[in-house]
Structures are given as C-alpha cells and as structure tokens.
C-alpha cells in the first residue's frame, strides 16, 4: 500500500477508526438500524454547518451537492449571479448553464477575493436574478472569499444565497444560520476527513419554497424533494440505495469533530495554515494570494524560477513521499498548491516542509536547511500561540 503523505485539497489521510467504521456490515438501507445511522449523520452535519435547518446526505461527490443546489432551485432561463475567481466558482457558472439557467458572472482575478460591493451592484442592475453562489474557499487559488460579509449584502436581497463549503466546512468560519445562507453545500473528502464519494447539502426555509416553485426539476436522482420526503420518513431514508459504508465512514468522522469540537478544529486549521505561510516564506518563496485573503486549509505558492511544476512535484512524490498538488487552468505550472486540512497537524507538516527545502536545494534553489522547519516549529511553540 502506497504511504504517500498526501498534501493536497483533498482528498486528506483518514483516521484509522474511520477506515474501520466502513468494515461494519452492510445492513439494509431501509431498517430502523441504518435509519437511526443516518439520522445522527445528519444531526452531526447539521451541527458542523451551524444550522437549526436539516442536512441531507447525496452518494457523490461535492459536484452532486453543487448540482442539486441549482438543478431544484432554477427553470430554464432564470437568472443566477456567480462569483467567478478561479475553478470551481467557474464549475458553479457551467453547471447554471447545463440546467438552463443564464449565468451572470462576476469574474474575479485568479489570486484575489471578491469585492462584497460587487454583488451589490449586479444585485441592483438585475433585480431579477434568482440566486447567487459562491465559492468559500477556492481550493484553485488558495483564497477565502468573505462569505459573513456577503451574507450581509444579501440580507437585503431577495435572491437566494447559495455557498460552497466543499473545501472550508470543518476548517474554517462557516455559519449557516448566522450568514443568512440558503443553501449550503459540502463533501466529505477535505476538511471533514472521511473518504470520498459523500456530500451533503442543508436548505433555508426560503430555499425550500423555491425548490417547491419548481414543478418540474429537471434532475432525478438530485431531485430535493424526494430527499427531504424520504428523510421525513419513519425510519428516515435516502430516496435511492445510498453508499451505505461511506455514511459509516461519514458517522465515525463526524463524531471525530464532534470530539475535538468545532471551534478548536477550526483553531487547529488556522494554525496549520500560519505555520504553513510562515515556512514558505522562511524558504524565500512566493505566496500566490495576498495574505489577508489566504485560505484556510490550503496554500498556493509562485513557482520559484529555474524550477518546474514536474521536477518539484515528482521528487516530493517519488523521493520524499509527500503528495503536494500543481496549478489548475491557467496557473498549471506557476504554483504548487499545500493542503493542510483534515487531520493536519504540525507532524505532518514538519515532514512535508523539510522534504520540500531538500527538494529545492537539489533542484538548485537557494536554501537555508532548516529555517523553514523552524518556522513551522515557531509557529507551534507554546509562548507564540
């Protein structure tokens, strides 16, 4: 079994006892057994989005999630704002359009976070725009857009306020209820730190009469209503055969962060990131995004020059066994990108720091061995937290 340490935005190393929890036994999706498994998954999901509204599961990825948000809530032709900064606030655009909708971009500079103004104003130009999605944390860029302070630009729209947590739930700031978010999307491979293949998904009242607005859906195995009218069943249910082994997965990892505690995993990610932004920096090298708007739960960093993406990457993997992720789009082969959200903690870092400065230096960029170590040791040293 390959031990790659794996550094990306997901997916993130999975404790052990999540790994067991799928090795139950499968029981029958329609029992009180599973349903009593469910209903707490979401009890659980509903608590980490903080939210008073309930979380369904969907088998598949955050896509499913980002496709059931749109594909319930618009009819041909609607108008839906989207924040477009880098590839998944692009995805968000692309899928509008697959349903029909028309798509009204607000299209952000790679590397920077939207202007909350700005939705403002596209808000005002088109009073009948039906939605506007955003992406937290774009894992592309490396940024974290201010959805609190969007949150509030919407409150005095009647557009409904749909956001991707995909890569941020569990890791950063997120609050469903205290935002005035409507839909709220995420899945369960990054910050969560369960396998891939779930995604969840929690609606606002609001949210919900539109869904109801729509006669006619034009998804069916995304289709809400199903959904909510299975999990109101007794024993609640998914409207189709779930992963049932993945829910498990999901239960036990939730349970993890209901252990830790939401704040304090939240200050575990904040600090991954210091340490991660400070060792990059000891090391000579470029942040991609302006500090103040760096993400949480991963770091994108300028490729030095004289190095490339491949040679960078292929000696982490194949010499020092540490998975980091390359540029998507554009940004192929400017930046590498350091995930550090899950079970991250400052061993991990510590391993994936010091393979990186040996790599630089056989590849011929300047380092001073063991600064950046350091710093990612400084960051955690008790006098500096």
């Given at each position: ?85 880098g590839k998944f606030g ?126 006619n859906p034009r998804t ?166």
């Amino acid at each position: 079994m390959d031990e790659t340490l794996l550094m990306i935005p997901g997916p993130t190393r999975v404790a052990q006892r999540v790994l067991k929890a799928m090795s139950e036994n499968i029981v029958n999706h329609r029992s009180a057994l599973f349903g009593k498994i469910l209903s707490e998954t979401s009890e659980m999901m509903s608590d980490v989005f903080r939210t008073n509204n309930k979380s369904y599961l969907l088998t598949g990825s955050g896509t499913a999630a980002m496709e059931a948000a749109i594909a319930n809530i618009i009819e041909p032709g609607d108008k839906v704002l989207n924040v477009v900064g880098g590839k998944f606030g692009q995805r968000f655009s692309q899928i509008v359009e697959a349903f029909g909708g028309e798509s009204i971009r607000i299209d952000v500079e790679w590397g920077k976070a939207v202007n909350p103004d700005e939705i403002g104003y596209a808000l005002e130009e088109n009073d009948d725009i039906k939605a506007v999605t955003v992406v937290h944390n774009e894992t592309s860029t490396g940024v974290a857009n201010p959805i609190k302070e969007i949150g509030k630009i919407m409150s005095d729209y009647d557009a409904l306020y749909v956001v991707d947590t995909v890569s941020s739930l569990g890791g950063d700031e997120v609050d469903v209820d205290g935002y005035g978010i409507d839909i709220c999307v995420t899945g369960s491979q990054k910050c969560l730190a369960a396998p891939p293949g779930m995604a969840a998904i929690t609606l606002s009242d609001d949210a919900w009469s539109a869904v109801e607005g729509v006669s006619n859906p034009r998804t069916y195995y995304l289709n809400l209503k199903k959904y909510r009218k299975s999990g109101d069943a007794e024993p609640p249910e998914t409207p189709y055969t779930p992963a049932v082994s993945l829910i498990y997965a999901m239960h036990e990892a939730l349970k993890v962060i209901m252990e830790e505690g939401l704040n304090n995993r939240i200050k575990r990610h904040k600090l991954a990131a210091e340490a991660t932004r400070n060792a990059i920096k000891a090391l000579g090298l470029e942040l991609f995004p302006d500090e103040s708007v760096s993400s949480t739960t991963v770091t994108a960093v300028r490729l030095p020059e004289g190095v490339t993406d491949g040679e960078l990457r292929d000696t982490m993997r194949n010499k020092y066994h540490v998975e980091l992720a390359g540029g998507q789009d554009h940004l192929k082969g400017k930046i590498f990108r350091i995930g550090h959200m899950g079970n991250i903690t400052h061993r991990e870092l510590i391993t994936t720091i010091s393979g990186l400065e040996m790599t630089l230096r056989e590849l011929g960029f300047e380092v001073e061995m063991g600064e950046a170590v350091a710093a990612v040791a400084d960051t955690y040293l008790p006098e500096n937290l």
